[in-house]
């Protein structure tokens, strides 16, 4: 089983500046990583496949970038509504999330 | 456009059974596999298993073997997500999901969700 680990579980950050968030697998996925941003009772909204590749439909200050247990999701300027929690997800093998990073307002 | 819709909020008391529909439109239903995966209140996602409806192969995670069950009716484009012998942690809201391609690809396309609650 694949563990899937986010750092930080929460982040700090001024609307306007940019937000690093970082999850790790506990063995290699290769690019097999996927990124999603929740909002309050609705469902997750993929961001990010493939480790980098933009969703349909999403803006260009988000960002992904690794591969294999290293990944990175890059919020270049954070706005009002990017203030909420994200999910890096494996589907290498048997699928996994991660715990979760909550971005709140500094 | 691809939708996913799911049937309604539910309560239920300790040991029964839940059934949860999640009706798909807008796409050929048997040609991408249909994924589950649950919330917990306040809590991460987490994933429950997957049905083909191409030929009706399913996997479950192994926590929910023996409990889960997942089908679908092709005639109506709608999958199914029965989970039984409930217990108070399964409290949860629970999605449908579709890839975005078929292939190697993440769920992109998402059902509302179901809110299942167990209490006495």
């Known amino acids: 089983e694949i563990v899937m680990t986010q750092s930080p579980a929460t982040l700090s950050v001024s609307p306007g500046e940019r937000a690093t968030l970082s999850c790790r697998a506990s063995?290699?996925?290769?690019?097999?990583l996927a990124w999603y941003q929740q909002k309050p009772g609705q469902a997750p909204r993929l961001l990010i496949y493939?480790?980098?590749t933009r969703a349909t439909g999403i803006p260009a200050r988000f960002s992904g970038s690794g591969s294999g247990t290293e990944f990175t999701l890059t919020i270049s300027s954070l706005q009002s509504e990017d203030f909420v929690v994200y999910y890096c997800?494996?589907?290498?093998?048997?699928?996994?999330f991660g715990g979760g990073t909550k971005v709140e307002i500094k | 456009q691809v939708q996913l819709v799911q049937s309604g909020a539910e309560v239920k008391k300790p040991g029964a059974s839940v059934k949860v529909s999640c009706k798909a439109s807008?796409?050929?239903?048997?040609?991408?596999?249909i994924t589950w995966v649950r919330q917990a209140p306040g809590q991460g996602l987490e994933w429950m298993g997957w049905?083909?409806?191409?030929?009706?192969?399913?996997n479950y995670a192994q926590n929910l073997q023996g409990r889960v069950t997942m089908t679908t009716d092709p005639s109506t484009s709608t999958a199914y997500m029965e989970l039984r012998s409930l217990r108070s942690d399964d409290t949860a809201v629970y999605f449908c999901?579709?890839?975005?391609?078929?292939?190697?690809?993440?769920?992109?396309?998402w059902g509302q969700g179901t809110l299942v609650t167990v209490s006495s």
């Open positions: 999901a579709r890839v975005i391609y078929d292939g190697t690809y993440p769920p992109g396309h």
């Open positions: 807008g796409y050929t239903f048997h040609n991408y596999d």
């Open positions: 049905i083909s409806p191409y030929n009706g192969y399913t």
């Open positions: 063995q290699s996925v290769s690019s097999n």
């Open positions: 493939g480790a980098s």
């Open positions: 997800q494996q589907y290498n093998n048997w699928p996994a």
